[in-house]
């Protein structure tokens, strides 16, 4: 288990206002699954959470709107923002405010599997397989996953370690991983046909920002 984030103090601050919850700007799966279960999770605790983007639905890139589609998420479920001044924000997969909303909005909490870069407190930044595993372990004995939201968890952390083969997965968090998809008995054979539909090589010549 995970170091968690203040949700009392989240409340509090953002009491009769809405939340805007943030990936990165140029936004891949696992930056909207994060986005679209950490919104779920707020609105759990009673909190106005809103998932958002910033660029145009329709310029987040195929291959991540199949995933997602296949999964059970449609795009028009978040919301194309551009950020205003005493908007209040939350931040997923990323914890350096120049990948997104830029310096002088009010952040009331990061959770990012990257390494660290911001000084902004109520964060939990950790590294880890992918940021919706990690949102998955932080919450799990506070909030009742449903399938689907196990089964987006699962194909983001899929995609987002190269189905397992990358030197981000850890083999310490498989346990969790196999929690996700409890009903499949050959794990191994499921993540191959996985890989076999949805591997893509990595561009790197794109960025977050």
């Not at 924000?89 to 911001?118: A, C, K, P, Q």
């Not at 506070?142 to 899929?158: A, C, G, P, Q, R």
């Not at 050959?186 to 977050?208: A, C, R």
């Amino acid at each position: 288990m995970v170091q968690s984030i203040n949700i009392d103090e989240i409340y509090l601050k953002a009491l009769g206002s809405e939340i805007f919850v943030l990936g990165h700007k140029n936004p891949d799966v696992d930056s909207l699954v994060s986005t679209y279960l950490m919104a779920k999770i707020l609105k759990h605790f009673n909190i106005n959470a809103t998932p958002s983007i910033l660029i145009p639905i329709e310029q987040v890139d195929l291959f991540t709107k199949e995933v997602l589609n296949d999964f059970g998420i449609s795009l028009s479920e978040f919301n194309y923002i551009r950020p205003k001044i005493n908007d209040l924000f939350f931040l997923v997969d990323h914890n350096d405010v120049s990948e997104s909303i830029g310096e002088g909005f009010e952040v009331l909490g990061i959770i990012d599997h990257h390494s660290r870069i911001t000084i902004l407190q109520n964060v939990c930044i950790k590294e880890f397989d992918s940021n919706s595993l990690l949102i998955f372990d932080i919450f799990r004995h506070k909030y009742d996953f449903s399938t689907l939201d196990k089964k987006l968890v699962f194909i983001s952390t899929m995609i987002d370690t190269c189905f397992l083969k990358s030197s981000r997965a850890q083999q310490k968090n498989y346990y969790l991983i196999k929690m996700l998809v409890s009903e499949h008995s050959n794990l191994e054979y499921y993540i191959s046909q996985l890989e076999d539909k949805y591997f893509v090589g990595s561009d790197f010549s794109k960025s977050i920002e």
